[in-house]
């Protein structure tokens, strides 16, 4: 089966567009450096999560749903992205948020409200349990909202956190089609990307994606901004990958050594700051008037610069980062708070 045969909805405003960051590259004395601008992809603010959504929405219709669930936690994308794309099928949202309810909205939780989801549920922040309990608690009371849903005769779709992997590897693979065909027109093409790493499904459609189009000759790297270990990121992706090759056919699979992910740039855990990110948020402001966001893009970011340090990449590669999106981020009450002490 060829990507373009499998259903989906359009949502987001594609293709994004891609930046030369030649004032950074040349901060950095390394590679050419590109931006690919998928925060500007249209809806809800933009995120990299449309792509993915476009697939689970087309899958939601066929089935018939007649409300969605998502989940994630209270400065989650997804789930901003997910009620916005909801909004605009016309489909009422319900949100389970892992954590305890903050005094006051800010940042996504602040947008999640100004989109008017139907409810919004916070769970597992009694007793501070840990992250699998909280995340057993989550699931056990989507499955209590499904059935309520049920005997009302509705419909309910659920979708996971960070959306199902099968729709980012499809979502991210047409991601790298467009990278192709817009380098093309500049006249070079790309030898590496880099994104960060959290749900994993955008890493995965990027290395099939550069499977597909670039022969493997771009080679993804992922930037991890969660604790887990990257061998098991590594696995978790390698998985994913022998599952999409599956579904669309695709012989030979795409081989497990062209998954790469760098774990030295979390620091405390995921959404904590580090003065990396610190420095490298504002370093791209200051030098390309471009905004990341703290938990993912500002990691990734600070990756990229190291790796570049460390002669990671010659002068003579072509270097495409993934603007994830997330900038509603910058504006939690915990990340303003980070940020200000700098700034002042």
């Known amino acids: 089966m060829q990507i373009g045969e499998v259903d989906r ?69 997804h789930v901003r992205l997910t009620t916005a794309a ?24 602040l947008i999640d409200r100004i989109l008017g989801a139907a409810e919004i549920h916070f769970v597992g922040a009694e007793g501070f349990p840990s992250k699998t309990e909280v995340d057993r608690i989550a699931d056990d009371k989507v499955e209590e909202i499904v059935e309520r849903l049920k005997a009302q005769g509705e419909t309910p779709y659920v979708i996971p956190n960070g959306c199902k992997a099968m729709h980012g590897a499809l979502g991210y693979a047409g991601c ?6 817009q380098l093309h027109a500049l006249g070079t093409a790309p030898t590496a990307i880099l994104c960060a790493v959290g749900t994993s499904s955008t890493q995965t459609g990027l290395v099939l994606g550069s499977h597909l189009y670039t022969h493997g000759a771009a080679q993804v790297h992922g930037i991890s901004v969660v604790a887990t270990p990257p061998d098991e990121l590594e696995s978790r992706i390698a998985d994913q990958l022998d599952d999409a090759c599956r579904v ?54 600070s990756g990229l610069i190291d790796l570049v340090r460390l002669g990671t990449f010659t002068p003579d590669d072509v270097v495409v980062f993934l603007h994830t999106g997330g900038a509603a981020g910058l504006f939690a009450d915990a990340q303003v708070d980070a940020f200000l002490p700098a700034l002042t």
Not at 91 to 101: A, D, F, M, N, Q
């Open 86 to 109: 909801a909004n605009r099928l016309g489909l009422p949202t319900i949100l389970v948020l892992r954590g305890e309810e903050p005094p006051r909205a800010s940042g996504n939780l």
């Open 248 to 301: 669309l056919a695709i012989h030979p699979p795409v081989p497990h050594d062209a998954v790469r992910v760098h774990g030295d740039y979390v620091g405390d855990g995921y959404g904590l700051p580090t003065d990396a990110m610190h420095d490298a948020v504002l370093l791209t402001a200051h030098t390309e008037g471009i905004v990341l966001d703290p938990v993912y893009t500002g990691k990734a970011m």
């Open 176 to 181: 790298v089609l467009e990278i192709v065909t």
């Open 9 to 77: 909805i359009r949502l987001g405003t594609f293709p994004t567009p891609i930046q030369e960051l030649d004032h950074l590259a040349e901060r950095l004395g390394g590679p050419r450096v590109f931006i690919k601008r998928d925060d500007m992809t249209g809806l809800g603010l933009g995120g990299n999560k449309l792509r993915k959504l476009e697939y689970a929405f087309a899958e939601a219709r066929t089935l018939g749903a007649t409300t969605i669930l998502t989940l994630g936690g209270p400065q989650s994308n």
